[in-house]
């Protein structure tokens, strides 16, 4: 497999392991914010915070963007 399709396999598990921390109405839809440790192929587990948009009139999530965490202290 690809590694973009290892990555899209990964971030498609993180939203299903961690619940939305924010949603925000957009013009065109729906941006929902999801936080939460993610397993990389090389054994880390970072906390990532990713970005999905559902569209107005459509049901299927999109992935707009991922960025990294900084763990707290009781991480």
């Known amino acids: 497999m690809a590694a973009w399709q290892d990555l899209a396999v990964t971030l498609r598990q993180h939203a299903l ?30 906390m990532l915070r990713a970005v999905w948009f559902i569209e107005r009139g459509s049901g299927t999530p999109r992935f707009v963007i991922a960025s990294p965490l900084r763990r707290t202290s009781d991480d």
């Open 17 to 46: 392991d961690h619940e939305v921390t924010k949603e925000e109405d957009a013009p065109f839809g729906k941006r929902y914010v999801i936080e939460g440790i993610i397993q990389a192929p090389d054994g880390r587990t970072p």
